[in-house]
């Protein structure tokens, strides 16, 4: 997998998760909305991460250790 796919992968997934965020919002799940939203900004530091460094983002879910590494 090159390092734009990468990129790509994360971006995606992301995206799929922002369409789950909407259905769980008009449901009314409020609690799995900011899960979902947690899991949507983790996605998207690991795309930042794998663009900017060129490689595989850390199998980490901790948003702030995420940020820092990809340069936020």
């Given at each position: 997998m090159?390092?734009?796919?990468k ?11 922002v ?5 769980l919002?008009a449901?009314?799940?409020?609690l ?33 250790y995420l940020?820092q590494?990809?340069?936020?």
């Amino acid at each position: 997998m090159t390092n734009e796919e990468k990129v790509n992968y994360w971006i995606e997934l992301s995206d799929e998760d922002v369409k789950t965020a909407d259905v769980l919002f008009a449901g009314g799940r409020f609690l799995f909305v900011g899960f979902t939203c947690h899991l949507i900004i983790e996605k998207i530091f690991k795309a930042c991460y794998a663009k900017l460094k060129e490689e595989t983002p850390p199998y980490k879910h901790k948003l702030d250790y995420l940020a820092q590494q990809s340069g936020f």
